[in-house]
């Protein structure tokens, strides 16, 4: 794990923290919890209108009825967001009949440059239910915003029309009806993921 990575993950784990604590504030600031606590309801979620790597055009209501596995990175990201792709991916193969009814989405946080067919080429390298969203810079500035993702441009010093994104890297289950069921802070760690979200599924049947 590079240095790069390397922060990412911190500044996952940091961005997990809060939000655990924001769901359970009672457990405290510090307290690293990544399972949300069902004594208070999650302000994480809620309505979008983004375009599919299709180019269709689909709401958060398009998804009801089912679970959706959210993920938001952006498709020029040299480490963190394959790598996460891939433990996603890995993650639903080792969940078997539980993840038949996940839906996997990933959102970009870079519509600039992630258009419908470029996520359409970069998910085939990951799992076949991957879905790609996209969309204005409002609309996706909106999901952000609604799901407290942490994204900022960094230029290139040296070439500045190019830019990387610093960005906070945490995957969301989120329940039927659009709300959050659970998340996990650092979406490099296969196994948390995978016993993560057995323990939400089977909690929940």
């Known amino acids: 794990m590079n240095l790069k990575l390397t922060a990412v993950a911190l500044l996952s784990l940091c961005a997990g923290a809060l939000l655990a604590y924001e769901l359970n504030p009672s457990a405290g600031p510090a307290s690293g919890s ?8 999650a302000r994480v979620g809620g309505p979008f209108s983004l375009t599919d790597h299709t180019g269709k055009r689909v709401t958060d209501q398009d998804f009801r009825g089912r679970y959706m596995l959210v993920y938001f990175g952006y498709t020029f990201c040299p480490d963190v ?6 433990v996603i991916s890995s993650a639903l193969d080792q969940l078997g009949p539980l993840a038949d ?10 519509p600039e440059r992630d258009t419908p067919e470029k996520l359409s080429l970069y998910l085939k390298s990951f799992h076949p239910r991957l879905i790609g969203l996209t969309g204005t ?30 960005h906070s890297s945490v995957v969301y289950l989120m329940g039927h009806g659009g709300d959050l069921v659970t998340f996990v802070a650092d979406s490099t760690k296969l196994d948390a993921l995978v016993g993560q979200l057995r323990k939400a599924l089977t909690d929940k049947r």
């Open 34 to 41: 990544l399972e949300a606590n069902s004594t208070g309801k």
């Open 81 to 86: 967001c394959p790598a996460s792709l891939q």
């Open 101 to 110: 009814n996940i839906t996997p989405v990933f959102i970009t946080m870079d």
């Open 137 to 166: 810079q409002a609309e996706i500035a909106s999901a952000l915003k609604a799901y407290r993702v942490y994204a900022k441009k960094v230029p290139d010093e040296q070439d500045p029309k190019n830019y990387t994104m610093d």
